[in-house]
């Protein structure tokens, strides 16, 4: 098996010497590559070769990436989710801050007075301007609660915040994660009227595109101060910019400046700076490493973002690897190509995710050597097959 691996960025020593001393080439001018590590690259029109069985983003936004064109060629698509979730937690901790206490507004503000003869003066008659509210005892409402969102909640109770979170789909393993103290939310309504502070932490989807605008701004209390270190489309800018005029919002800290945005009264506009630690940048390029690594010498798959999770240890010389769509009758005929050819089965695992699906079959090769490529190419649904041998 080839062992090349395509970089579209500059990605952390770490990762790569996970995956060089493994004997993998990594680079960005490898030919016919198996899978490509990615950060912020744009791929959308990136050529895939044949050889690309999958994609691994350093990070967990996959808006870069092509997924719909990944899923017709059969390329798992892999990201790092919550490898980041300490920087931009701290970062998110620093928003709070900067949007109660106009931090900001008053070190530029000392910028303007450095040469005024009575300068300790006229800061201790300045500063009264740039008063604001303590966090303790506030309203902290957290949208999203994945490894990022809990890791903020939990961070803000430390700070004697009120927390209420909100996410129909937690998860059970960041229901584990979550304190105790955090008080479930049963809709967006009660997130929006109840709360001083607000910090988004959701994907960017169709469902979630805008989703702070006009009609949920009007549900807010006037004054509250909104965060965004998630995706730049969660929050419509003419919306946002309006009820900042108004007092409706008092600030609006974002890790994603748009045109418009940027030097506007009562925006902090931050150049997505998220994730952008030295630790963060191993961690994320470490587990995308690894996810690559159990996939293309084991077929595992974990934190796929269009493939479901698979993992089953490998006790044969031989796993064939079957992506196929998810429609009635593929496991019997799968199974029955497998027996067909007097393979006995020892293991075999199957799970779906929408409309496609990924399938683990484990076999003893012994003396027979079979092309499974040519075996599967029969069966209408298969997308794509692998075979790892030992």
Not at 303 to 323: G, Q, Y
């Given at each position: 098996?080839?062992?090349?691996?395509?970089?579209?960025?500059?990605?952390?020593?770490?990762?790569?010497?996970?995956?060089?001393?493994?004997?993998?080439?990594?680079?960005?001018?490898?030919?016919?590559?198996?899978?490509?590590?990615?950060?912020?690259?744009?791929?959308?029109?990136?050529?895939?070769?044949?050889?690309?069985?999958?994609?691994?983003?350093?990070?967990?936004?996959?808006?870069?990436?092509?997924?719909?064109?990944?899923?017709?060629?059969?390329?798992?698509?892999?990201?790092?989710?919550?490898?980041?979730?300490?920087?931009?937690?701290?970062?998110?901790?620093?928003?709070?801050?900067?949007?109660?206490?106009?931090?900001?507004?008053?070190?530029?503000?000392?910028?303007?007075?450095?040469?005024?003869?009575?300068?300790?003066?006229?800061?201790?008659?300045?500063?009264?301007?740039?008063?604001?509210?303590?966090?303790?005892?506030?309203?902290?409402?957290?949208?999203?609660?994945?490894?990022?969102?809990?890791?903020?909640?939990?961070?803000?109770?430390?700070?004697?915040?009120?927390?209420?979170?909100?996410?129909?789909?937690?998860?059970?393993?960041?229901?584990?994660?979550?304190?105790?103290?955090?008080k479930h939310a049963e809709s967006?309504?009660?997130?929006?009227?109840?709360?001083?502070?607000?910090?988004?932490?959701?994907?960017?989807?169709?469902?979630?595109?805008?989703?702070?605008?006009?009609?949920?701004?009007?549900?807010?209390?006037?004054?509250v101060r909104i965060m965004n270190f998630?995706?730049?489309?969660?929050?419509?800018?003419?919306?946002?910019?309006?009820?900042?005029?108004?007092?409706?919002?008092?600030?609006?800290?974002?890790?994603?400046?748009?045109?418009?945005?940027?030097?506007?009264?009562?925006?902090?506009?931050?150049?997505?700076?998220?994730?952008?630690?030295?630790?963060?940048?191993?961690?994320?390029?470490?587990?995308?490493?690894?996810?690559?690594?159990?996939?293309?010498?084991?077929?595992?798959?974990?934190?796929?973002?269009?493939?479901?999770?698979?993992?089953?240890?490998?006790?044969?010389?031989?796993?064939?690897?079957?992506?196929?769509?998810?429609?009635?009758?593929?496991?019997?005929?799968?199974?029955?190509?497998?027996?067909?050819?007097?393979?006995?089965?020892?293991?075999?695992?199957?799970?779906?995710?929408?409309?496609?699906?990924?399938?683990?079959?484990?076999?003893?090769?012994?003396?027979?050597?079979?092309?499974?490529?040519?075996?599967?190419?029969?069966?209408?649904?298969?997308?794509?097959?692998?075979?790892?041998?030992?």
């Amino acid at each position: 098996m080839s062992k090349n691996i395509l970089t579209l960025n500059n990605i952390s020593k770490s990762g790569l010497c996970h995956l060089e001393k493994r004997g993998y080439v990594c680079g960005d001018a490898v030919n016919e590559p198996d899978a490509v590590l990615v950060r912020s690259a744009n791929m959308h029109e990136f050529s895939f070769s044949d050889s690309v069985k999958a994609v691994a983003r350093a990070g967990a936004g996959v808006n870069n990436i092509p997924i719909d064109l990944c899923n017709e060629k059969g390329i798992v698509v892999f990201n790092t989710p919550g490898a980041n979730s300490n920087a931009v937690k701290e970062l998110v901790l620093a928003g709070l801050l900067l949007s109660s206490r106009k931090i900001v507004d008053s070190i530029e503000w000392v910028k303007t007075v450095k040469d005024e003869p009575e300068l300790p003066k006229l800061i201790e008659k300045g500063k009264s301007s740039f008063a604001g509210p303590e966090l303790q005892g506030k309203t902290l409402g957290v949208i999203g609660l994945g490894a990022i969102g809990v890791n903020v909640a939990n961070a803000a109770r430390h700070l004697r915040m009120e927390v209420l979170g909100y996410d129909p789909f937690l998860s059970v393993e960041s229901a584990w994660h979550l304190s105790r103290s955090i008080k479930h939310a049963e809709s967006l309504k009660e997130i929006f009227s109840s709360c001083d502070y607000i910090t988004v932490h959701v994907p960017l989807l169709d469902s979630t595109k805008n989703m702070i605008n006009k009609d949920s701004l009007s549900m807010m209390k006037d004054g509250v101060r909104i965060m965004n270190f998630a995706r730049g489309g969660l929050v419509d800018d003419e919306d946002m910019l309006e009820a900042l005029e108004s007092g409706k919002v008092s600030s609006y800290v974002t890790d994603f400046p748009s045109a418009k945005l940027i030097d506007q009264k009562g925006v902090i506009a931050i150049p997505h700076l998220g994730a952008s630690t030295p630790e963060s940048e191993e961690n994320c390029a470490v587990c995308a490493a690894d996810e690559l690594v159990d996939f293309l010498e084991n077929g595992n798959i974990r934190n796929s973002v269009n493939f479901p999770n698979v993992s089953t240890a490998r006790e044969t010389d031989c796993r064939l690897c079957i992506i196929h769509k998810n429609i009635p009758n593929m496991i019997a005929k799968i199974s029955s190509a497998v027996s067909g050819e007097g393979y006995n089965i020892e293991n075999l695992l199957n799970k779906a995710k929408k409309d496609l699906a990924y399938t683990i079959v484990d076999i003893s090769l012994g003396e027979k050597d079979t092309d499974f490529e040519k075996l599967f190419d029969g069966i209408d649904g298969v997308i794509r097959v692998r075979v790892i041998k030992d």
